[in-house]
């Protein structure tokens, strides 16, 4: 198994524990509509679509208001059952590649919309996967960064999100970096910088 199906496992899970009205980092969802968007991803290409072609957005809404609308059971069992069988995940290295991003940061979402979350241990998996991400999705979130932007992990390693002046080090785990990166607020993570380049950095999360 690798950590996309590790993660599905344990949202799964979590969702279970949680019921489907708890809150999400997600603005304007609650578990319900974050589990009917997983299964959109999976089952619907149709729908799945609406995700990036604004013109298909209202049959997006209909598709995932439907999901949301089933039993909380039927819905979770859909969720940790994975991809129909047509789709490209349902190939465990095509799942690894696609979804490993995915069902981390939305795990993510749920476990730190709850009162007192704490970060999860360090998974040498997980964390090696969160890393090797946040290094390529730097370079897209930050590109117009007007100051320049370098990633370190806790452990000492480094890679260059932005290059440019004013220099801005962002230090936290490669989880903590990552979630950051898609924009989340309820992260751990340290600044190093002027007071100046470091607010034009948070700016920029808040249009990611």
Known sequence: MGVAADERRALSVLFEEVGPDAPTLCEGWRTRDLAAHLVVREHRPDAALGILLPPLASHLRRVQDGYAAESWDKLVARVRSGPARFWPTSIPAVDELANTAEFLVHHEDVRRAQPGWEPRAA????????????????????????????????????ASAKAGPDEVTLTGTPVELLLFLFGRDEVRISFEGSASAIEKVKALKRGF
């Open 123 to 158: 998974d040498p998996a997980r964390d090696a996967a969160a890393w090797k991400t946040a290094r390529g999705l730097a370079k897209v979130t930050l590109r117009k960064s007007p100051v320049g932007v370098i990633l370190r992990t806790e452990d000492g390693r480094t």
